[in-house]
C-alpha cells in the first residue's frame, strides 16, 4: 500500500481527524498521481490555442487544468486501489512517484518559459505586437492562487459530505440514508448537466438587463421622418426599441451616402426594428414588425432581408451597410430582438433561445410576402451572426418554405451547435477541410474566409444561394465539446492560415481552452476569431443576392469605404460591437 492509498482510503474518526492521517475531514488528500497529472495539464495549458491570452486569463486557465489534472489523477489513483490492482509497493515505490512528480515539475518549468513564444506564434497572424513583457513568474502566481481557491472549495464540499455521513444515520435507517444521499445527489448533478439552474439564472439576468435598458436614456434622437422606424408615424415607439435597436435604425447609410459613392441617384433604406418592450411575446412583436414593415413600404423593395440580431440585439452594420451600398439603397430589412444577453452566455447555456422569435418573424413576413402576386415579389433572404445564425437557421424548418421558399441566406460565425452548419460540414467532399469546407457541386450551400472563397470554377448556383462566413480561428463555431477526448477535424492538416502551427490537442485541456478562447470571443482584431471584418462581406452579398454592375475595381473600392472608420455623429454615444 503507497501514500496514494493510504490518504485517499483514510477515514474520519469521531474526534474529526483521520484516523490514519491526522488529516481534518475538510483537508484534500495528497496524491502523488494528481500532482504529476496536474502538472502534465498545467503544462499543456500554457500551449496556443485560437485566440491570445492575457497573462492574468492564462494564468487563471492554467490554475483550472492543475485542478482538473489533479482531480483526475487523484481519482485515478483511487479506483485503481479501490480495485486492487497491482502498484509499486515497498522501497520502490517512493523513488518512482518522487521521479514522476519531478519530471511533471520541470516540464511545466520548461513550457512556462515557452509561454510568450506560443503566444506570439498566435499573435503575428493576427498582426497584433508581440507579448509586450515576459509573464512566467505572473502565470505561475495566478494558476496556484486559483488551484488553492479550488482546492479549499473542494475541502468545504468534502467536509460536508463527512458531516451528512456522520449524522444521516442518525435520523434515518442506514439503507434509507444511503438511497437519500443517493437520490440527492443524483437530483443536483442532473440540474446543473441539464441546465436548469443556469436556464433559471439566464432569464433572471435577462429581465434585469430588460430594466436597466428600460432607464437608459435615448442615444439618438427619435427621426422625423414618417418613413422611419420610431418617428411618430410609426407603430413602433423610439424608446421600446432598445439601445441596440435604436443604433440600428439611426446609424445606417442614407440616400445621400449611398448616392455619393456610387455617383448616381440611391433610394432611402428601410430598416425596421422591434425591441423587447414592443410587445409582450415574440408572436406579438414579431406581427407589429411585419405590419411596420408593410407600413414603411418594405415589401415594394428589390430586396428584403429578413435579419436575427445577436444575443444583445446587436445587427452587425458591417453586413446590412453593406448591402443597401450593393443594391443602391432598394432594400428593405427587419429585425425582432429576443434578447439583452450576450450571445456565448446563451450559447452555452440554452442555445435556442433565439429560436422562437426568428420563426415567429419569418413566419409574419413570409405569410405576407407570399400573398404579393410573384413578378411583385422582393427577393427574401434570412442574415443572422453567431446565435443569430443559429437563430435563422432553425427558422428555415418552417413547412411555409416549402412551397414557396427564400432566395437565400447569409450566415456569418455559425455557431458550433448550429444544425445545418454541422450536417452540412460533415457532408463535405473528400480533401476539403473542416474550416473551410466544399459541398457537392455547390449549388446550393458555399463557405468563405478572410480570403474570397466562394467562386467555385465549373459550380452553377441553384434557386437558394447559402453562404457561410467563417474564421478558422473562430472558437464560438470551432469548439467541440468531443474535443474533451478526441481531435477536432480542424486540427488535421491543412489548417487555417489564422491558426497557429504550434497548436496541439491535448485531452481534457484542449476542451478547456477553446471554452476559454469563446470567453475572449470578442477581443481579436477584425478578421479574426468572432470580430468579423466588414470587407469579408461584400463578395458574400454579391454571390447571395447576385448583385449586378460591380466590376473587380469598385468592389474593392466599395471594401476601402466600408473598412474606414466610422464617423459618428454629433453627440452621438460611441458604442462598441457585442455579441
Known sequence: MNADDVALRSSPSPTGKSARTGLRPWAWPRSAAGMVLGG??????????????????????????????????????????????????????????????????????????????????VRRLMGLEPVPEHHPATILLVALLAFALLRAAAGLVRLILVRLKRHAPQRFPPVAARILGLLATVLIVWAIASGIVFRAGLHLADSSYRELDSLIEPDHAAPADPGKTGS?????????????????????????DIGAFLRRPALEPIR???????????????????????????F???????????????????????????????????AVQYSYLASPVSLLVEPGYGAEASRALLREVHARWRRLPRGERPKLYLYGLSLGALSSEASTALPELTEAPIDGAFWVGPP??????????????????????????????????????????????????????????????????????????????????????????????????????????????????????????VDAWIAVTEAQGWPSAQVERLKRHLSAPPTPPPGAAATAPQG
Request: aromatic share 10%; proline share 8%.
Open 40 to 121: 502534465l495539464f498545467f503544462a499543456a495549458s500554457l500551449t496556443p490555442s485560437l485566440l491570445p491570452r492575457p497573462a492574468l486569463f492564462q494564468g487563471l486557465l492554467s490554475g483550472l487544468c492543475l485542478a482538473a489534472g489533479y482531480a483526475l489523477g487523484a481519482g485515478a489513483a483511487w479506483l485503481w486501489h479501490r480495485l486492487r490492482l497491482p502498484s509499486p509497493h515497498g522501497r520502490i515505490a517512493a523513488p518512482i512517484r518522487a521521479t514522476a512528480m519531478t519530471a511533471s515539475a520541470l516540464l511545466a518549468l520548461l513550457f512556462l518559459a515557452k509561454v510568450d513564444d506560443w503566444q506570439d506564434s
Open 232 to 256: 411618430p408615424a410609426s407603430l413602433l415607439d423610439w424608446e421600446d426599441l432598445g439601445r441596440a435597436g435604436r443604433e440600428y435604425i439611426a446609424a445606417g447609410p442614407s440616400a445621400r
Open 272 to 298: 425596421v426594428y422591434a425591441g423587447l418592450r414592443s410587445g409582450g411575446s415574440a408572436a406579438e412583436r414579431a406581427r407589429v414588425a411585419a405590419s411596420e414593415l408593410e407600413r414603411t413600404g418594405g
Open 300 to 334: 415594394r423593395r428589390s430586396v428584403l432581408v429578413v435579419i436575427t440580431p445577436t444575443g444583445t440585439g446587436w445587427v452587425d452594420p458591417a453586413a446590412i451597410d453593406t448591402l443597401e451600398y450593393l443594391h443602391a439603397g432598394d432594400v428593405a430589412s427587419v
Open 416 to 537: 458550433f451547435p448550429s444544425r445545418i452548419w454541422r450536417s452540412v460540414t460533415a457532408a463535405r467532399s473528400t480533401g476539403s477541410p473542416a474550416w473551410l469546407p466544399r459541398i457537392g457541386d455547390g449549388s446550393r450551400f458555399r463557405f468563405t474566409s478572410q480570403r474570397n472563397a466562394i467562386s467555385i470554377p465549373g459550380a452553377r448556383w441553384g434557386p437558394t444561394r447559402i453562404v457561410y462566413l467563417q474564421y478558422a480561428s473562430d472558437p464560438v463555431t470551432f469548439f467541440e465539446a468531443r474535443s474533451f477526448y478526441r481531435r477536432p477535424e480542424w486540427m488535421t492538416p491543412p489548417r487555417g492560415p489564422d491558426v497557429s502551427p504550434h497548436l496541439r490537442w491535448y485531452p481534457v485541456v484542449t476542451f478547456m481552452q477553446l471554452l476559454a478562447d469563446i470567453a475572449l470571443f470578442g477581443s481579436a482584431p477584425k478578421g479574426f476569431g468572432h470580430t468579423f471584418h466588414p470587407a469579408h462581406h
